[in-house]
């Protein structure tokens, strides 16, 4: 399935679901570069604006997505699902913007759940808010299910949240002894972002064995930069993150970095 346009706004009054055994693909030719002609707005009550659903691959790119509202759900604008444990296909999204997105649970402008891949580039979220992650959430549930995570060259802007203000990721980490989780997370910015625990970002992790955590969770971290992020209870329930921040960029201002980053070993919050 692809719709490329190039040019309408288009308001939705109801949430727009894919769900097809076959791709999906959703751009625009644009002549200009911030996307205002390739706006989705959610009007009307409370609703999310996209709904992809249990397919094996999806494409989102040079879209705005904004004003959606999942109320009791996850995905504010966006979400991206798996409906069983096995694994929910690949899926990119490339330039994107997010913006006024909020949601009761998880992910203020963007939720992906279950998923065997996300790939997130180029792309900027503002002003979500959310339970786990105003920007965005990436969450794994089944320990089956061993997720790539990629965010490269990512702006997350003035968003709130209790758990992750600006991201927030919750990996199970398989249930095999070489099954690795890869979470990469290069040259992304991170500004303004608050919660109660991780300002910029928030990190849960859990293995099947509960042990050995360490040997299942590949973090390649570099050229991230923030500033003016802030956690108000740090540092109850957070690890020591010095580790993961190896190799980033500044974190200045960000509540004397104690809220930049919450790094634990639990489940969902």
Known sequence: IGICG?????TTEETLIMTSSVSVTLCCVSTIMDNEECVLEATGAGHSILVIESVPESTLKDITFRNGDAQTESGGNVAITNTDDTGGG??????????NGKADQYGGNLHVHNVNSIWIERSYFSKGRAH???ALAIRTTSFTIIPQIHIEGCSMHENRADHGGGMYIS????????????ISLHQNMFHSNVALFGGAWSLRYTHYNDNAV?????LMI?????????????????DDFSLVLVGDGTLEGDNDNDGAICVA???DY
Do not use: K, M, R, W
């Open 171 to 182: 990996a199970a980490t398989g249930d095999q002894d070489d099954d690795i989780t890869a």
């Open 90 to 99: 690949d899926h990119f999204i490339i330039n994107c913007v997010f913006l």
């Open 132 to 134: 786990g992650g105003g």
């Open 6 to 10: 190039n040019g309408i706004p288009i």
């Open 222 to 238: 570099s050229g991230n930069s923030g500033q003016g992020n802030f956690a108000l209870t740090y540092p109850t329930g957070c």
């Open 265 to 267: 070993a639990s489940e």
């Open 214 to 218: 360490q040997d299942h969770l590949n």
